[in-house]
């Protein structure tokens, strides 16, 4: 089995609440990932503000080990996912992979969302490359400057 399969099956997504609040304002990033993705804790503070926002803690064995946050309104065919991140001792075994393969499956039971679309900084490669891994194409910069990409689901 590889790494990546492997991963998939111990990765799970958590709502955020008092039981892993603090492990995910704990998690970090490397140093040449600052500014590529906002804090946890700016993302928590926009979702308390956004009643669309759906938080979750990606776990693995028990520790949370990131971050996602996205929307799918029940009056819109579109997901957004937000944020995402990997602890930066997490990262390089197939655990952003598998917690990415989880957030979609989550979004398409919803059963209403046909596309997926996220926004990344052009400078932040690895995103690249694992969100062209499920498929994702890159659509063009938005206002603030950074790639969107859209995943059409397949139904």
Do not use: W
Request: net charge negative; with cysteine.
């Amino acid at each position: 089995m590889t790494r990546s399969a492997e991963a998939s099956r111990r990765v799970v997504l958590r709502p955020v609440g008092e039981d892993n609040l603090a492990a995910i304002l704990a998690l970090e990033l490397m140093p040449e990932q600052q500014g590529l993705v906002a804090s946890n804790a700016d993302s928590l503070e926009e979702a308390q503000e956004d009643d669309e926002a759906i938080t979750r803690a990606v776990v693995e064995a028990g520790r949370v080990i990131g971050f996602l946050m996205y929307s799918a309104p029940q009056d819109d065919d579109e997901a957004i996912i937000y944020r995402f991140m990997i602890d930066r001792y997490e990262q390089g075994n197939g655990l952003g992979h598998a917690a990415v393969a989880e957030a979609l499956k989550e979004i398409a039971h919803l059963g209403h969302i046909r596309r997926v679309s996220i926004c990344y900084e052009p400078a932040n490669e690895a995103a690249r490359r694992l969100y062209a891994g499920f498929g994702f194409v890159e659509k063009g910069l938005d206002e603030d400057g950074e790639m969107i990409a859209v995943l059409e689901l397949g139904r």
